[in-house]
């Protein structure tokens, strides 16, 4: 790699790196948004005597991410699951 290509890979990362803040920044805006839209059905099945927690809900969701992103998809699923209606 010459000192020219150094120089254009450094700004090549720098310029990758913006764009992967922004869309981190637009990921966590849409977590925060479906943490919002999952406490309203949540709360809303407690107050007409549900409980929080729908496991056979909670399996289709986990099954849209595998499929969508493979076993590491299930682990981000649970994680947005935690995120959305606490531990269990
Ligand atoms: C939002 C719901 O309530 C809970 C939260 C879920 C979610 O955040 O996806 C899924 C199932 C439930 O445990 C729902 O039943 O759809």
């Known amino acids: 790699m010459t000192i020219t290509d150094a120089a254009e890979a450094t700004e090549l990362i720098a ?3 913006e ?3 922004a869309l981190d920044d637009r ?3 849409l977590v925060q ?3 919002a839209v ?3 059905v949540q709360e809303t099945r407690i107050a007409s005597g549900g409980r929080r927690v729908n496991l056979s809900r ?3 969701v986990l ?3 595998r499929d969508a992103l ?3 998809g299930t682990s981000l699923a649970m994680t947005l699951l935690e995120l959305c209606r606490g531990r269990i």
């Open 63 to 65: 099954s849209h991410y």
């Open 33 to 35: 948004e479906r943490m």
């Open 58 to 60: 909670e399996l289709e």
């Open 27 to 29: 990921i966590i805006g």
């Open 70 to 72: 493979g076993r590491p």
């Open 15 to 17: 310029g990758a790196r």
């Open 19 to 21: 764009r992967i803040d």
């Open 38 to 40: 999952s406490a309203v």
